[in-house]
């Protein structure tokens, strides 16, 4: 398992923007894609969107495609979501994790999450 860390969540009116960050120092960091995900009050959690290794592809949620963008840097060992346009229904914790880009979108593939970062958007 990677040690990543969330950060850059905050409090923002609705169309406002935010970015988020997830960095590690963890020297096997390239060898994993890497995916976002939120989980909103008595929600479960959800995919929101994935990067491979090199950044050759992405893979968004429908619910985000056109306003999200995630990318990364491997020597900075960083990916990031930029969030545009947000709404009230983008509230939720956000968390990042990392391993074989075809089984992002299966939750149940990580045995752990770190503490993510709170993102509020008001009306």
């Known amino acids: 398992q990677l040690l990543l860390t969330e950060s850059g969540g905050g409090a923002v009116q609705s169309g406002g923007s935010l970015r988020l960050s997830c960095t590690t120092s963890?020297?096997?960091?390239?060898?994993?894609?890497v995916g976002w995900y939120r989980q909103a009050p008595g929600k479960e959690r959800e995919f929101v969107a994935s990067?491979?290794?090199?950044?050759?592809?992405?893979k968004y949620a429908a619910s985000v495609r056109g306003r999200f963008m995630i990318s990364r840097d491997n020597d900075q060992k960083t990916a990031w979501l930029q969030m545009n346009n947000l709404n009230p229904e983008d509230t939720a914790v956000y968390y990042c994790?990392?391993?074989?880009?075809?089984?992002?979108?299966?939750?149940?593939?990580?045995?752990?999450w770190g503490q993510g970062t709170q993102v509020t958007v008001s009306s």
């Open positions: 994790n990392a391993g074989a880009y075809a089984y992002l979108y299966n939750l149940k593939t990580f045995t752990s």
């Open positions: 963890d020297r096997t960091w390239s060898r994993y894609a």
């Open positions: 990067i491979t290794r090199y950044s050759d592809d992405t």
